[in-house]
């Protein structure tokens, strides 16, 4: 199933390209993508009439992430997605109601400058980039879960970029491999060598007691509107020259892709629930936030072009350093 998915995955990728734009036919993308009822990503703003906060009265039900495990990596022109024969993961509880089979991870990022990146945004405002852990309910295969509005379950992780370490160095190492191989002809698909993880290595950090859950889509074709979405709001941090090489990682006609997001879709009558361990500190600080983010109109990430300026040395560098893989 992983295989096949990754396959029908790198079949679809000259048939769209970012960024999807709407005009009288619909989108870009095509009809599934036109006209959706819960069309994905959205901003995430509690002041929606429709936004509601719960404690989670639920644990999250978590088997098998931290399993170290190899993995398969693979461009599609849009993004790189990572799959693993050996991984069985699956989670229930948090009030999603089902048990989920973990499928396969993959990015989304921004530009050079720092802009842009995440598909959510929190009050109008992107992080860095968003990796997506998908899943599809456990007593169904992938395929019959797009046609269901429970079928996917996607675990969404806001990315944010630090003046120092990453959160954990997985995501660092991780990165700076997708690098190397990108830029190694012929070599943007594969497997890593000597380097095994864990998705728990991926999120080490992250609280994972508050988080948004809403009824939402694919973020790319065919916009299955078939997913329970789940928006941590605690992100993972990652350091600029990690920042860096995620946006070296995937080729397009061999050029590096930039702002591989979805725009915002309208929430229209949907409801969002933000479960916390604490529903009224949460609505305090909600408010504190809001207010920062009118008076803060953009944010400078301009030290991003400092790690591009000198690309040639650093993957002269990287390849030495990985010439064992």
Request: contains cysteine; aromatic residues 12%.
């Amino acid at each position: 199933m992983k295989l096949l998915a990754t396959v029908t995955a790198s079949a679809l990728a000259a048939s769209w390209e970012y960024p999807e734009t709407f005009g009288v036919d619909g989108s870009s993308w095509g009809d599934e993508c036109t006209d959706q009822v819960r069309g994905s990503p959205i901003d995430l703003d509690y002041t929606y009439r429709n936004f509601h906060f719960m404690d989670c009265a639920e644990n999250w039900n978590m088997t098998g992430y931290d399993q170290q495990a190899s993995w398969n990596f693979a461009d599609n022109e849009h993004t790189i997605v990572l799959t693993s024969d050996d991984y069985d993961a699956k989670f229930s509880g948090g009030h999603i109601g089902n048990e989920y089979q973990f499928h396969s991870f993959h990015f989304h990022w921004g530009d050079k400058a720092g802009q842009g990146g995440s598909e959510h945004t929190i009050n109008g405002h992107h992080t860095f980039a968003e990796v997506h852990f998908v899943h599809y309910r456990s007593d169904i295969d992938l395929v019959t879960g797009l046609g269901l509005g429970d079928g996917l379950a996607v675990l969404g992780f806001m990315i944010e970029v630090t003046d120092g370490d990453e959160s954990n160095e997985a995501i660092g190492e991780l990165a700076r491999r997708l690098r190397w191989h990108s830029n190694k002809q012929g070599n943007e698909d594969g497997s890593f060598r000597h380097f095994d993880f864990s998705i728990s290595n991926l999120i080490e950090g992250v609280d994972l007691s508050n988080f948004y859950r809403y009824e939402g889509s694919l973020t790319t074709p065919p916009c299955s509107e078939a997913v329970q979405w789940t928006v941590f709001k605690d992100p993972i941090r990652i350091s600029r020259q990690t920042a860096a090489n995620l946006l070296r990682s995937a080729d397009l006609a061999d050029e590096h892709i930039e702002d591989n997001f979805r725009p915002v879709q309208p929430l229209a009558d949907r409801n969002v629930i933000f479960y916390s361990d604490s529903s009224a500190a949460f609505k305090a600080a909600f408010r504190n936030e809001r207010n920062f983010d009118r008076e803060r109109e953009f944010r400078d990430y301009d030290w991003l072009n400092n790690y591009h300026e000198d690309d040639h040395h650093h993957d002269h560098e990287h390849d030495h350093h990985h010439d064992d893989e």
